[in-house]
């Protein structure tokens, strides 16, 4: 084992890091598009019964396939793979946000406009802290899924953790293989209890209690 540290121990860091950031700006980024796009599509369910779709679609090509076919437009270079990771992220967070909106019970939105609110001041003080658990469980569910997709940033030469598991399959090694995997099943995990810890504080008891 010390012997395997000495030899990519320093290796094994720069991996972990650059895996981190790919799974940390693809989400941001998918999350800002998502919540304001999710909240646009609330307003207009007209347009949601077309773009929902239309968006899953994505879900649906293999993602070295969409990996590849941004490599031959924008190049070796990390906006690729950032770009891939939000596209796929995307749709988990619409999707919650888009459900938890609709399903705000309407006396909840009469009582807001019976107090004197405008619009705006329904949607930031009652209609999106009520949803804000479906977004939330949205956000766990891309995190965890970006984690395991940022392993195809290796295909074309951009580091991470598929590094090690793809060169432990093409060498046949399995010390390798266990070095990539374990990594980031970890992160999956903190991070999915991170956000769990951000519900906590941003979520009252009494929401989430409702929202489960």
């Known amino acids: 084992m ?32 998502a919540v304001v796009l999710g909240t646009l599509l609330s307003r207009k369910s007209n347009w949601a019964n077309s ?9 649906t090509i293999p993602g070295i396939v969409f990996i590849g076919i941004l490599f031959l437009y924008l190049g070796m270079k990390p906006g690729t793979i950032i770009t891939a ?20 019970p309407e006396q909840y939105k009469e009582a807001a406009r019976g107090c004197g609110m405008s619009s705006m001041q329904s949607f930031f003080k009652v209609e999106f802290p009520l949803a804000l658990p ?7 569910i891309s995190t965890v899924y970006t984690v395991s997709w940022a392993v195809l940033s290796a295909m074309i030469g951009l ?19 266990i070095a ?12 999915s209890r991170l956000i769990d810890l951000l519900q906590k504080l941003l979520i009252p008891k009494q929401i989430r209690r409702s929202g489960k």
């Open 134 to 140: 479906s977004v939330i469980n949205g956000l766990r």
């Open 51 to 59: 773009i929902i779709p239309l968006i899953s679609v994505f879900q």
């Open 180 to 191: 990539g995997a374990i990594p980031a099943a970890i992160m999956a995990v903190v991070l």
């Open 159 to 177: 580091g991470g953790l598929g590094d090690f598991i793809y060169s432990g399959v093409s060498s046949n090694n399995n010390t390798l293989i």
């Open 85 to 104: 990771l939000s596209i796929y992220a995307i749709f988990p967070i619409l999707k919650n946000t888009y459900v938890g909106l609709v399903e705000v």
């Open 2 to 33: 010390s012997k395997f540290f000495l030899l990519y121990g320093e290796k094994l860091i720069i991996a972990i890091g650059t895996h981190f950031a790919y799974v940390v700006f693809s989400v941001a980024i998918a999350f800002i598009i």
